[in-house]
């Protein structure tokens, strides 16, 4: 089945530093992503829609200035956490949707972000 | 805006038993896809099953199955002869036809199987 990959799995950063997460599906184009946010014992929150070639779509109350991302091929987005403070660290996930009417979503295999 | 509703935030079943977690929607769509996901304490999302909403028959994989009643906007989902490997929270979700579909969640259910 087709593969979504995410990088880093975990990472620590120093508060008021900028980190990058990649998305990347291995075997499939996908021209659109999601990234979602998740704290411990809770559901999924989307973040925002990644079109490849254009501008993400955030949802309502999501600070694209502070969350930006990046579709610049048909195969990576890239989530940047910009001047992180410990409130920012959580569980991301990406998901990325395959073409056709299929149209099946896969998810990455997430990525613990922890603001020092 | 569509809505999914888990009313179970935890669930227990003996091993080899039969489980059955809630999940209600709310949409004004005719054309949708409902699914349930997986997400063991790895936290890698995993589709355990899902259901087109223009299908009248119930979706089956193996020991899962759905109970799907479209004019109620249920989508239950049943685990039969639970594993302990079954443990995990179980989420039910809601995708729109139309394009640009993003995935509606529910709060989760957590799944226990007692040995």
């Known amino acids: 089945g087709a593969v979504v990959s995410q990088h880093p799995s975990w990472v620590i950063c120093k508060s008021g530093t900028s980190v990058k997460i990649e998305c990347r599906s291995l075997?499939?184009?996908?021209?659109?992503m999601f990234w979602y946010r998740q704290f411990p014992k809770q559901s999924l929150m989307l973040m925002a829609t990644s079109n490849e070639g254009s501008k993400a779509t955030y949802e309502q109350g999501v600070e694209k200035d502070k969350f930006l991302i990046n579709h610049a091929s048909l195969t990576l987005s890239t989530l940047t956490v910009t001047s992180a403070h410990p409130e920012d660290s959580s569980f991301y996930i990406c998901s990325a949707r395959t073409g056709g009417s299929g149209n099946t979503i896969y998810f990455g295999e997430g990525s613990w972000l922890t603001v020092v | 805006a569509q809505t999914v509703t888990q009313s179970q935030p935890e669930m227990s079943v003996q091993e080899a038993e039969t489980v059955t977690l809630s999940c209600t929607y709310d949409t004004s769509e005719s054309d949708y896809y409902l699914f349930w996901y997986k997400q063991p304490p790895s936290r890698q999302m995993i589709l355990v099953i899902r259901q087109e909403a223009y299908k009248q028959q119930n979706a089956t994989e193996n020991r899962f199955s759905v109970n799907f009643q479209k004019a109620a906007k249920s989508f239950s989902l049943k685990i039969s002869d639970s594993q302990l490997g079954d443990a995990a929270m179980y989420f039910c979700a809601y995708r729109s036809a139309r394009a640009g579909n993003k995935l509606v969640f529910g709060a989760g259910t957590i799944l226990r199987v007692k040995s």
């Open positions: 075997d499939f184009q996908a021209t659109t």
